[in-house]
């Protein structure tokens, strides 16, 4: 067997041992959570007035997301997680905290603004009926608070954040752009974090990149780092990260490419694939979410960025081969899918 290969079977065991034996240690997340809203069905005609698809429900569902998604994920793998945003005074805000409330996770750092809509995004799956089992989105629909969230609810969710992170084993920051975090707020938590020497994860918008200097890892898409590189007038991938890690003072930026693998880029320079092992990928929403609960569990327990990118790129795995978008990474799955990456690796040596 080859150093490499006996390298990341050694990982993917010891990986596989820290998910049995994750104790409860703290997770301290902040950033937009949202609700999720899928309808499913099919669709077999236009309308006549204009070319567009009518699409039949036959059943619909909801689930938490954006940073909702990260709380749950982290709750399933046995870590205990302290979540810090706001949702507006309707159903959607009381839907999520109820989930939160069933799965036993804290409402505490959740905040209600009065008169204010939770964002909800609509997604609308289809197929011919025949072919059910090979849907696609059809359109999503967003629903958004018109105005913006009031800067003295980030500043008292950014204080509460302060607050927690000192016993914490990671800070994972999720920005989706919609108010909870400022420029100001996110480099508080990044310095808090640094100054305890807690590994800080950020999933930044690409127009809000500032909010996420100084962080040990940065997560990217592929799409993402391609758009940057070509507004910096660079060659490769290699060298936006590159300029980007140094710009933004990151440790490292991982960049998630779905069917495309995995790439870790390091601020030394050392840079590390990984191939999309998923068998049969079907969909990719949730991506980052995955990967953001991946790498606080792996970093909060002290795991090397070389191992924690392996768990990232599983977990993102496991969601690239989920039968429903809405579904997200849970200790059962991620272990069986480093289970059958050993059994891989074990049946290839023979």
């Given at each position: 067997?080859?150093?490499?290969r ?95 409330l ?34 696609q ?6 629903r ?23 016993d ?40 809000g ?39 933004y ?12 693998g995995v ?22 929403i ?18 090397p ?14 969601v ?31």
């Open positions: 067997m080859s150093e490499g006996t390298e990341r079977k050694k990982i993917l065991k010891n990986l596989r041992n820290l998910l049995d034996d994750m104790g409860s240690s703290k997770v301290t997340l902040i950033g937009d959570i949202m609700l999720d809203r899928y309808h499913h069905g099919y669709s077999n005609r236009l309308i006549s007035t204009a070319p567009v698809p009518v699409l039949k429900i036959l059943r619909s569902e909801e689930s938490p997301g954006a940073a909702a998604h990260i709380a749950r994920g982290l709750n399933s793998l046995g870590l205990d997680v302290s979540v810090f945003s706001s949702v507006g005074d309707d159903r959607e805000g009381d839907f999520i905290k109820n989930q939160f069933s799965d036993g996770i804290s409402i505490d750092g959740i905040e209600t603004v009065n008169n204010r809509q939770t964002l909800t995004k609509i997604r609308f799956f289809g197929s011919r009926q025949s072919l059910l089992e090979k849907t989105i059809l359109l999503q629909a967003d958004e608070p018109l105005d913006e969230l009031d800067i003295e609810v980030s500043n008292r969710l950014v204080e509460m954040t302060l607050k927690s992170i000192p914490s084993c990671a800070l994972v920051i999720s920005d989706y752009d919609k108010g909870v975090l400022t420029d100001v707020g996110a480099q508080k938590l990044i310095q808090c974090a640094k100054k305890y020497s807690i590994p800080s994860i950020v999933d930044p918008k690409l127009t990149l500032e909010r996420s200097r100084g962080a040990t890892v940065a997560l990217f898409e592929i799409r993402g780092l391609d758009l940057l590189r070509r507004r910096l007038m660079l060659e490769s991938a290699k060298e936006a990260a590159s300029s980007l890690i140094k710009t003072n990151w440790d490292s930026m991982i960049v998630l490419g779905g069917i495309d790439t870790l880029y390091e601020a030394d320079g050392n840079i590390e694939f990984i191939p999309c092992a998923a068998p049969s990928p079907s969909q990719q949730g991506l980052h979410d995955a990967a953001a609960t991946a790498l606080a569990a792996a970093l909060g327990n002290r795991f960025m070389s191992s924690a990118v392996v768990l990232a790129a599983a977990a993102c795995e496991c690239l081969s989920a039968q429903a978008s809405h579904e997200f990474v849970n200790r059962r799955t991620l272990g069986l899918w480093l289970d059958e990456l050993l059994w891989q690796l074990q049946i290839s040596d023979r």
